[in-house]
């Protein structure tokens, strides 16, 4: 039997077991309200925008070594339409640049200056080297040296003989006179199409012909008293110089080709006509027959060149672009 002055069991005393039913019951309302809270806490996150896909696109699908799809690099390398979702745009890139110079142009066209060396014929005067420059502008100039074979020489005095333009004794005379000529040629031009090998060309040239023939050559042209006295002095088989000198003015056109940059291919037709000469006459040893032969031979050689020497040209080179 307990004292009268014992406390009470705690187990058997109504406030305790009360209290104890109260805790245990608000530890059970905690935990069962902890994962609705962590959900409500979750989705008050910030989520990235919903995106719509079309139904009939079928989304790229990530690999397990990028969690990108395999359409898609990163960082990208290059930006298209197909790359992205239906309601996001590519990004917008300028247009390439087409204002370079075409590979269908010409190389030369693009440079502003250009130096070619040639080897050049212009039929039926020379052949020689020839040095041309293109400047800024598509502007031409040229400049040629050659001189004039006697297969050109022949031809030339030959087809006017048969022609009937002068007679034998004048094809002969021309004929010696030619002997040894030397020619150079300047002139200057355009190019009118950056594009294209069209070359049009205006110049002079000059014709130097040191040549010789004898007296039997020259006494059928002078007066029958001065024939008569060039025969008794020295005979009809003297040496006798001829030295003339020609001017000329020239136009043409022709084409050129640019190969792998540096081969020149040129092609040209042209006009040559003589505006003025001079020539000299010398029998050797006898300047007294020479001052009474030469006004007369001096005077037919230059009746000659401004009569006659009125010839279409065809030149012919090829050559190295050095740059």
């Given at each position: 039997m307990m004292p009268p002055h014992a406390p009470a069991d705690v187990t058997h005393s109504p406030r305790r077991i009360a209290l104890l039913f109260t805790l245990a019951g608000a530890s059970i309302a905690v935990t069962q309200a902890a994962p609705a809270h962590a959900a409500a806490v979750a989705a008050t996150r910030r989520k990235p925008p919903a995106v719509a896909v079309d139904p009939g696109v079928r989304a790229p699908e990530a690999s397990v070594a990028t969690p990108y799809p395999a359409s898609l690099s990163y960082p990208p390398t290059s930006y298209s339409a197909a790359s992205y979702p239906v309601a996001m745009s590519a990004p917008a890139l300028p247009p390439p640049d087409r204002s370079g110079p075409s590979s269908a142009a010409p190389s030369a066209g693009g440079d502003p200056f250009a130096l070619d060396l040639s080897a050049v014929t212009w039929i039926p005067l020379s052949v020689g080297p020839e040095l041309s420059f293109e400047l800024p502008g598509r502007v031409l100039a040229q400049v040629h040296l050659g001189w004039m074979p006697e297969l050109y020489s022949h031809t030339m005095t030959n087809s006017l003989e048969d022609a009937g333009v002068y007679d034998s004794e004048i094809s002969d005379l021309v004929d010696g006179a030619v002997r040894g000529a030397t020619i150079w040629r300047l002139s200057a031009g355009w190019r009118p199409?950056?594009?294209?090998?069209?070359?049009?060309?205006?110049?002079?040239?000059?014709?130097?012909?040191?040549?010789?023939?004898?007296?039997?050559?020259?006494?059928?042209?002078?007066?029958?008293?001065?024939?008569?006295?060039?025969?008794?002095?020295?005979?009809?088989?003297?040496?006798?110089?001829?030295?003339s000198s020609i001017h000329h003015f020239t136009v043409g056109a022709g084409w050129r080709w640019l190969i792998a940059d540096h081969l020149v291919i040129r092609a040209n037709i042209g006009y040559l006509q003589a505006f003025a000469s001079h020539s000299t006459l010398d029998i050797k040893g006898r300047p007294d027959l020479t001052g009474l032969a030469a006004p007369t031979v001096e005077s037919v050689l230059h009746d000659h060149y401004m009569r006659y020497v009125k010839l279409p040209v065809v030149g012919f080179g090829v050559g190295y672009r050095f740059f």
């Open positions: 199409f950056p594009r294209a090998g069209l070359e049009l060309t205006v110049g002079y040239a000059h014709v130097a012909l040191d040549g010789a023939t004898n007296s039997d050559e020259v006494m059928p042209l002078v007066p029958e008293d001065v024939a008569d006295e060039i025969a008794a002095e020295v005979g009809n088989d003297v040496d006798v110089n001829l030295d």
